[in-house]
């Protein structure tokens, strides 16, 4: 049983350690905790490669239907023919599509940071007995992520109408155009779904 303690002991003081671990640094302008700042990593790279790389619009059908950086419609490897104002819809659908990926990037790396926080405050309030604001505190935070969310919804509608002129300049394209209003419904109403 001796041994058994030994580690245990260890174990609890290094905990409030772990705990402070998850905080952010002094030096952290963005106030991500550890994980936080783990996960921004990461997703940066996601964005660097968003950014250079062709965006995939979903099918139903299997196709490979893309938008390059450049603007270019490729369906299935091909490349549709556009003319200036079709490759500015292109261009502008890409980029809202962008700001929305983007948008859930950064709600991805704030619950990261909320369950860092969420995990130390616990760990906190087990060791000074003061557990009465900790649910106050995870859940202000929690509203702030809704908040962030929600505010994926509101790019929903211009996203939507942007979607709606390629389909009728584009015959190729009009087959890819899934989203409706129901998917800012559903956005809206917590639901995630888009097509």
Known sequence: MKTLKAPLFALMLCLPLLACGNRP?????????SLGQK?????????????????????????????SPTGDLLINGSTIAVDDAQRKLLLQY????????????????????????????????????????????????????????AKICDRLPAMLATQQQLAAAIPEFKPYAKMDQSDIDECRDGRVTLR
């Open 25 to 33: 640094q002094a030096n952290d302008a963005s106030g991500d905790t």
């Open 39 to 67: 996960v921004r990593e990461a997703t940066n790279k996601a964005r660097k490669e968003m950014a250079a790389k062709n965006i995939s619009v979903s099918s139903d059908d299997g196709a490979k239907v893309e938008i």
């Open 94 to 149: 890409r980029e809202q599509v962008m700001q929305v990926a983007e948008a859930g990037i950064e709600i991805g790396v704030q619950g990261a940071n909320l369950g860092a926080r969420a995990a130390g405050e616990a760990i906190k309030g087990i060791f000074s007995g003061d557990t009465d604001k900790i649910e106050e505190r995870v859940n202000a935070e929690a509203r702030k992520l809704e908040e962030s969310a």
